[in-house]
Nanobody, 124 residues
Framework: QVRLVESGGGSVQTGGSLRLSCAAS????????MGWFRQAPGKEREGVAHIHTGGGSTYYPSSVKGRFTIFHDNAKNTVYLQMNSLKPEDTAMYYCAVGDRDYVCRGIDEYNYWGQGTQVTVSS
C-alpha cells in the first residue's frame, strides 16, 4: 500500500520560510517523478515544484521560481519543499504526489498517488 506522509506545514509571516517533507513508501518505482501541488479555497490545484528522482531534474512555475526548491533524499525516499520569501498568496493546502513516469512530471494527470495535504498559511 502506497503511503505519502506530509509534514512541516504551519503559519508564518510574509517573508518567512517553511520546509515541507513527504515520506513515501509502499511502491517499487526506480526512477520516477515526485512533486508538490497546492490548492487554495475556491481555486484549482496547481503544481509548484516537480522533480525526477533519477537525474534530479526539476521544474517550477514562474509563480514560485527562485523562492521554492524541491529536493529528494533517495535513501529515505523523502521529498522536500523548501519555501522561502513566502507571500500571502502562497497560502494553501499543499500536497505531495508520486508518479511512475521516468521524467519530470508537470501535470496532475501524470501523478498516481497523493498525500493527505498539509496546510500552509502566510499572514501579512
Amino acid at each position: 500500500q502506497v503511503r505519502l506522509v506530509e509534514s512541516g506545514g504551519g503559519s508564518v509571516q510574509t517573508g518567512g520560510s517553511l520546509r515541507l517533507s513527504c515520506a513515501a513508501s509502499g511502491y517499487s518505482y526506480s526512477n520516477h517523478c515526485m512533486g508538490w501541488f497546492r490548492q487554495a479555497p475556491g481555486k484549482e490545484r496547481e503544481g509548484v515544484a516537480h522533480i525526477h528522482t533519477g537525474g534530479g531534474s526539476t521544474y517550477y512555475p514562474s509563480s514560485v521560481k527562485g523562492r521554492f526548491t524541491i529536493f529528494h533524499d533517495n535513501a529515505k525516499n523523502t521529498v522536500y519543499l523548501q519555501m522561502n520569501s513566502l507571500k500571502p498568496e502562497d497560502t494553501a493546502m499543499y500536497y505531495c504526489a508520486v508518479g511512475d513516469r521516468d521524467y519530470v512530471c508537470r501535470g496532475i494527470d501524470e501523478y498516481n498517488y497523493w498525500g493527505q495535504g498539509t496546510q500552509v498559511t502566510v499572514s501579512s
